[in-house]
C-alpha cells in the first residue's frame, strides 16, 4: 500500500531516471537547431571535429602505454614484467575514463549531429538485403532518451515498434569516435546483415566505416576487415567463436578480434538470458569409438520403454478400479508410480484433467513418502523413475534385471577406490603385478562406466526428449529446436553424448564423439567488455539477473504514442482438444470480420495440431515454424493483412514489425444470438499456451499494438498443458473444482491468471539457478582460461617478452625435475644425482659434469642450493647456445614450441574438467557441496598443467634442432605396427615379434608442406575438423600433418594402454 502511494506521488523508480535524461535532452535539441545551419561539407566534417577533441583529450596516458608497452615487451626479469603489467592494467582504466570524460562532454553535439544527418537523408533510398528501401526516419525524443541510456550502459527497455534500430546508431556513433571499435551483437545473421547495410547509410554519411561479420568466412581477411570498422555489426554466437578461434591461431596476422570495448545487444534478454543455459564451445574428434556403443545399446533402452508403457498403463488401471471403490489412497498410490514412471501418458493427464481432485491424492501421497525418505521404495515397481522439474531419469533394480538377468552386477559400478587400496595392500603381489592389477581394475571400471553413460543417455532420450518439440528430423538428421524462438539451430549439437543419444533413436547415423578444445559461457564472453549496453521489448521481468550477472540496471523507456492494445485475461479449459476447439473458432470468427489473426505456439506439434484443423475447417493460413522457416521474411510481411491467419513458434518476428493492411485498422461489429457486437481493429494475438518465462508471452502479446495501434491478446490454455502439468495444476485445479467446471466449459478469472504468474515465476527462478550454477562453474575455468590465454598472447607477440616467459618455465620445470631426483630439504645422502645427471644430459641436453656419472662417483656439491644454482646456470649456458645457434630462427622457434604445448595440455585440461565436471555431482550423495569439490580439483588439475606445460616447454627448447633445407616429400607413412614401434619402441610388456626392442628414434625430416615447423619439426596443433556447437561445421582443407597423441588416447603401439600410461610417461 505504502509503495502504491509513494508510486502515485513520485512515480515509479524507472520514470524518475527518464525524467533524470530529460535536461540532456534538452540540450541534444538544441544542439540540433544549431547543427541545422551547417552546410553539407561541415556537418560532414564534425566527425573528425569530434575525434581530434578525443585525441587530444587522451594524447598523453597513450603516449605513457606506448612506453610502458615497449618496456615490457623488451625485459626479460620476471618480476619486472609483472610490474609493467600491473601499471599497464592501471593505465588502461586511465584512458577509459578519460575517454568516457570526453565522449559525456561532446554528447549533445555528436547526438545533434546523428539527428540532423538522419533528417538531411529522407527520401534518399537505400538497397538493403536485396530490397529497396526509402529511408524515412529522424529521432523523436524518446529515441534520445534510449540513446543516451545505452550510452551509459543500461538495458533499454522499449516497446515493439519504437525504432530499437535506429536508436542503436546514437551511442555507437559516439562510442566509435574514440577509434576502439564499436559491436552491435544481434539474435540471427539477417538482421546483422540488415541492420549493418540500414544503418550504414547513416555511418557513412557521417564518414564512419561499417561492417557485418556475418558476411564473411571466419578466420578471413575480410571479416579481419570487419572488426577494423568503426562499427561491426554480427551474431552473439560469431562474437563468441571469433574469440575463442583468436586464442587458437598461430600468428597474430591470423586474430580476427582488437578487443573488447563497447557493445551494444539487441533482444539483449534472448542473448544474454536464453542464450546463457548453452557455452559456447569448439569441439574436435575423440580417439574413442562411443558412437557405435549408442547402436549397440538402442535396441535394449528402446525395450525398457515399451515395457514401461505397459507397467504404467496397468498401474492407471489399478488406479481407476481403486478410485471407484472409493479407496484413494490405492489410487494415489498407483497414479504417483504411473506419473514418475510416464507422466506425459494421455490417459493419465485425462484422469487428472477430469477429476482435479486426484491431484491432491497423488500430492499427499508424495509428501508422506517423501517426508519417510521412502520414495526410492516405491519407485522399485517401475524400470525408471522420471523428473519432469528436473530433467533427470533414473533406473531401477528391477531395469538392471531386465536388462542383464543372468548378470546383475553388469551394469553395476564397483568402488574404484576401495578395489584399487586392496591391490596395493595386497603382499602376495609384486610392483608389476600390483601395476597390471590396477590398470585392469582401472580398464573395467571406465568400460562400466561408459556403458552406464551410454544407456542413461539414451534413457533420457526416450524419455524426456520428444520429436517436433526439442528437436526435429530433416535430411536425416538430427536439428536442435530452440525452446524460445522456435528455429532450427544448425550445426549446434547437444553435448555429453545426449545428441548420439537422439540420433540412435530417431534411426539416424550416429555421429562420433567430440572432445572440447575452446570454449567460454556467453556470460563471460560479454563481461570482457569494458561498456556494454542492451535493447529488448521485455527485460523488466529479469531485471534482477542483468544486475547480478553482468552489473546492469534495466531503464524502461515511454512509448511515444500511448498503447491501446487490448490484453485480455487467459481462458482455461480442462483439456487440450477442448482448448483447441475454441481457438479454431475463435480464429474463425476474426476471419469472417476480416482482422488479422497470429497464433502463438510453443513447438512444431502444437503448431502442426492447429495447422490440420484449420484445413479440415477450410480456413486458409500460413504456418512458420522449425521445418517451414524458410520463407519467415514473406509470412511475417503479410501477416498484418486483412483475414490473414498466421500459426506461428515463438520465432515469430523478433527484430521486425507486423504491420497493418489497409483498414485493418478499424473496430469490427457482428451479430451474435441477436446481440450487436464490436471487437477491436488490429492484429489479433492468441496465444496457444503460457510458456515458461513471462518475458516470452510478453514478446508474443508485443506483436500487436506497435506504435499505438489497435490490437488484441488472449492466452487460451488447459490444465493438460506443460506449465499447468509440473507447476500449477494442482492449485489452479483446486480452484476449478470449487468453481464447478465442467466439461467443455471455460473459466475466466484474475485469481486462475494470478496463480498461473506465480508458477511462471517459479519456473524462472529454477532457470535463474540453473544459469548461475553454470556460471558458478565456468568462473572457476574462467580464471585458467584468462592464464592460459595470457600465455599465448605472449607467445603470439613474441620478442623478448617471450624469452623471459619461456626461461621462466624453463626454471620452473627445472624446479619440477630437482624436487623429484633431490627434494629440497632432504639431506644429499638421500639424493639421486646419478639419475638426475642422466635425466639432464640424455632427455635436456644439458651439460652436468660436476653430478656423478655411477654410484661409486663422487661430487663437490654439498648443499640444495648450490645443486639448484648449478644446474640453473648449466641449463641458461646451454639455452643461449641454443638461441644463438637458431639466430634470426630464434622468435618463430620459441613461438611454435610455446603454442605446441600450450594447445595440447589445454586441450588435454579440457577433456578432464568435461569429466570430473559430469561425475562431481554425486559428491552431493556424501554431504559434500559439489561446486566446492569441483574448485578444488579443478585447482589441483590446472597446477598439473602448468607444472605439464613447463616440462613440455622445456625439454622441447632444449631438444629443438633445425631442420635441413627442404627434400623431395617423404614416402606414404606406413601405419602398421611395426612402423609405430619405429618411431616409439614397444611398449612394456607389449608381445613384438619385429626384433628386438629399439630405443625412440626422431621422425624423419619433414617439408614445410607437411605442415610441420622446419625449425622445430613441431607440428602446429591440427585444428581439422575442428567444429563449434552453434554453427554449420565448414568442410575441413587437404593438408598434411603429423598427428599427435592427446594423453588419454590409446597408444599407438598396440599395448590397449592410455599413452600417458605407455609411451606417453615421460613425454
Not at 557441496?929 to 580439483?937: G, I, R, T
Not at 626384433?995 to 626422431?1002: K, L, W
Request: aromatic share 6%; proline share 4%; hydrophobic share 35%.
Amino acid at each position: 500500500m505504502f509503495k502504491s502511494v509513494i508510486k502515485t506521488i513520485f512515480g515509479s523508480r524507472h520514470e524518475r531516471e527518464v525524467r533524470k535524461l530529460y535536461p540532456l535532452i534538452e540540450e541534444i535539441n538544441q544542439e540540433w537547431e544549431r547543427v541545422q545551419s551547417l552546410s553539407e561539407e561541415e556537418l560532414k566534417g564534425q566527425t573528425e571535429k569530434f575525434r581530434a577533441l578525443i585525441r587530444e583529450h587522451t594524447a598523453e596516458v597513450e603516449a605513457e602505454l606506448a612506453e610502458l608497452r615497449e618496456a615490457k615487451r623488451q625485459s626479460e626479469d620476471a618480476a619486472e614484467r609483472e610490474t609493467l603489467t600491473d601499471q599497464i592494467s592501471a593505465l588502461e582504466k586511465d584512458l577509459y575514463q578519460a575517454t568516457q570524460d570526453i565522449l559525456n562532454e561532446i554528447l549533445p553535439e555528436a547526438y545533434a549531429t546523428v539527428k540532423e544527418a538522419a533528417r538531411r537523408l529522407v527520401g534518399t533510398e537505400i538497397d538493403v538485403t536485396g530490397q529497396t528501401l526509402r529511408w524515412d526516419m529522424v529521432p523523436y525524443d524518446v529515441q534520445l532518451v534510449g540513446g543516451a541510456s545505452l550510452h551509459q550502459g543500461y538495458v533499454a527497455e522499449m516497446a515493439t515498434g519504437e525504432g530499437k534500430t535506429l536508436v542503436a546508431t546514437l551511442p555507437l556513433y559516439l562510442n566509435a569516435l574514440a577509434g576502439r571499435g564499436t559491436h552491435l551483437v544481434t539474435v540471427n545473421s539477417y538482421l546483422a546483415q540488415r541492420d549493418s547495410e540500414w544503418m550504414g547509410h547513416l555511418y557513412r554519411y557521417l564518414g564512419l566505416t561499417v561492417g557485418c561479420i556475418d558476411l564473411h568466412e571466419p578466420g578471413t581477411p575480410e571479416r579481419r576487415d570487419a572488426y577494423l570498422a568503426d562499427i561491426t555489426y554480427g551474431t552473439n554466437n560469431e562474437f563468441g567463436f571469433d574469440y575463442l578461434r583468436d586464442n587458437m591461431v598461430h600468428t597474430l596476422e591470423q586474430r580476427v578480434q582488437r578487443g573488447h570495448y563497447f557493445a551494444i545487444i539487441d533482444e539483449v534478454d534472448s542473448v544474454l538470458i536464453d542464450e546463457a543455459r548453452t557455452p559456447l564451445i569448439i569441439s574436435g574428434p575423440v580417439g574413442s569409438e562411443t558412437n557405435m556403443a549408442y547402436a549397440r545399446y538402442n535396441p535394449t533402452v528402446s525395450d525398457l520403454f515399451r515395457r514401461q508403457h505397459r507397467i504404467v498403463s496397468e498401474l492407471i488401471g489399478n488406479a481407476e478400479r481403486a478410485v471407484a471403490e472409493g479407496d484413494m489412497t490405492t489410487a494415489g498410490e498407483n497414479l504417483l508410480l504411473a506419473k514418475r514412471g510416464m507422466p506425459r501418458n494421455k490417459k493419465l493427464m485425462k484422469m487428472f484433467a477430469d477429476d482435479p481432485g486426484l491431484q491432491k491424492a497423488v500430492g499427499k501421497v508424495e509428501a508422506a513418502y517423501m517426508r519417510e525418505k521412502r520414495l526410492h521404495e516405491l519407485e522399485e515397481g517401475l524400470l525408471f523413475a522420471m523428473d519432469e522439474k528436473g530433467h533427470n531419469v533414473h533406473l531401477t533394480d528391477q531395469a538392471l534385471d531386465v536388462m542383464a538377468p543372468d548378470d546383475h552386477d553388469a551394469f553395476i559400478i564397483p568402488d574404484i577406490s576401495e578395489e584399487i587400496a586392496h591391490v596395493d595392500e595386497d603382499p602376495d603381489l609384486s610392483i608389476d603385478e600390483k601395476r597390471a592389477g590396477k590398470e585392469e581394475l582401472e580398464r573395467a571400471y571406465a568400460e562400466k562406466s561408459e556403458k552406464m553413460h551410454v544407456i542413461h543417455q539414451l534413457l533420457k532420450a526416450y524419455a524426456l526428449f520428444n520429436k517436433d518439440e526439442q528437436y526435429v528430423v530433416q535430411d536425416g538428421q538430427v536439428m536442435i529446436v530452440d525452446e524460445f524462438t522456435g528455429r532450427m539451430m544448425a550445426g549446434r549439437r547437444w553435448s555429453d553424448g545426449l545428441h548420439q543419444a537422439v540420433e540412435a533413436k530417431e534411426g539416424v547415423t550416429v555421429k562420433g564423439e567430440t572432445q572440447t578444445l575452446a570454449t567460454i559461457t556467453i556470460q563471460n564472453y560479454f563481461r570482457m567488455y569494458d561498456k556494454l549496453g542492451g535493447m529488448t521489448g521485455t527485460a523488466e521481468t529479469e531485471e534482477g539477473e542483468f544486475q547480478q550477472i553482468y552489473n546492469l540496471n534495466v531503464m524502461v523507456i515511454p512509448t511515444n504514442r500511448p498503447i491501446v492494445r487490448d490484453d485480455r485475461e487467459d481462458l482455461i479449459f480442462k483439456t487440450k482438444r477442448e482448448k483447441y476447439n475454441a481457438i479454431i473458432g475463435e480464429i474463425e470468427r476474426l476471419n469472417k470480420v476480416g482482422l488479422p489473426v497470429l497464433v502463438g505456439t510453443v513447438n512444431v506439434d502444437v503448431s502442426e495440431t492447429l495447422s490440420r484443423m484449420l484445413k479440415r475447417r477450410g480456413i486458409p493460413h500460413e504456418v512458420l515454424n522449425a521445418k517451414y522457416h524458410g520463407r519467415e521474411a514473406q509470412i511475417v510481411a503479410s501477416a498484418g493483412q486483412p483475414g490473414a491467419v498466421t500459426i506461428a513458434t515463438n520465432m515469430a518476428g523478433r527484430g521486425t514489425d507486423i504491420k497493418l493492411g489497409e483498414g485493418v485498422k478499424e473496430e469490427r461489429s457482428w451479430e451474435e444470438d441477436g446481440n450487436s457486437l464490436v471487437d477491436a481493429g488490429g492484429l489479433h494475438i492468441i496465444g496457444s499456451e503460457r510458456h515458461e518465462s513471462r518475458r516470452i508471452d510478453r514478446q508474443l502479446r508485443g506483436r500487436a499494438g506497435r506504435q499505438g495501434d489497435p490490437g488484441a491478446t488472449q492466452f487460451f490454455l488447459s490444465l493438460e498443458d506443460d506449465l499447468m502439468r509440473l507447476f500449477g495444476s494442482d492449485r489452479i485445479a483446486s480452484v476449478m473444482d470449487k468453481m464447478g467446471a465442467e466439461e467443455g466449459e471455460v473459466i475466466t478469472h484474475a485469481l486462475v491468471t494470478r496463480q498461473i504468474g506465480k508458477a511462471q515465476q517459479r519456473v524462472e527462478m529454477q532457470n535463474f539457478e540453473a544459469r548461475k550454477r553454470l556460471l558458478d562453474y565456468d568462473d572457476v575455468m574462467n580464471q585458467q582460461r584468462e592464464v592460459i590465454y595470457d600465455l599465448r598472447t605472449f607467445a603470439l607477440e613474441g620478442g623478448e617478452d617471450l624469452k623471459g616467459e619461456v626461461w621462466e618455465m624453463i626454471e620452473k620445470g627445472l624446479d619440477g625435475v630437482l624436487d623429484e631426483y633431490a627434494p629440497e630439504g632432504t639431506h644429499a645422502e638421500e639424493w639421486d644425482l646419478v639419475a638426475l645427471r642422466q635425466r639432464l644430459v640424455v632427455d635436456l641436453f644439458v651439460p652436468a659434469e660436476r653430478l656423478p656419472e655411477t654410484v661409486e662417483s663422487e661430487t663437490d656439491i654439498e648443499s640444495y642450493d648450490e645443486l639448484r644454482e648449478y644446474v640453473i646456470e648449466q641449463a641458461r649456458g646451454q639455452l643461449h647456445v641454443k638461441l644463438a645457434h637458431f639466430g634470426p630462427h630464434t622468435s618463430d622457434l620459441l613461438r611454435w614450441i610455446a603454442l605446441s604445448s600450450i594447445d595440447e595440455k589445454w586441450k588435454d585440461h579440457l577433456y578432464d574438467l568435461d569429466h570430473l565436471k559430469a561425475s562431481i555431482g554425486f559428491r552431493g550423495w556424501g554431504q559434500k557441496d559439489p561446486l566446492v569439490e569441483y574448485k578444488k580439483e579443478a585447482y589441483d588439475m590446472f597446477v598439473d598443467l602448468m607444472r605439464d606445460l613447463q616440462l613440455s616447454v622445456m625439454k622441447l627448447v632444449f631438444r629443438a634442432q633445425l631442420a635441413p633445407p627442404p627434400m623431395p616429400a617423404p614416402p606414404p607413412m606406413r601405419t602398421s605396427r611395426g612402423a609405430v614401434n619405429e618411431a616409439f619402441g614397444p611398449a612394456p610388456g607389449a608381445d613384438i615379434s619385429t626384433g628386438p626392442a629399439q630405443r625412440p628414434v626422431p621422425a624423419a625430416p619433414v617439408t614445410p608442406a607437411a605442415g610441420i615447423n622446419p625449425m622445430t619439426r613441431v607440428a602446429p596443433p591440427a585444428q581439422q575438423g575442428v567444429v563449434t556447437n552453434r554453427e554449420e561445421p565448414r568442410r575441413p582443407q587437404p593438408t598434411t600433418v603429423v598427428q599427435e597423441i592427446g594423453r588419454n588416447e590409446p597408444c599407438p603401439c598396440g599395448s590397449g594402454k592410455k599413452y600417458k600410461k605407455c609411451h606417453g610417461v615421460n613425454a
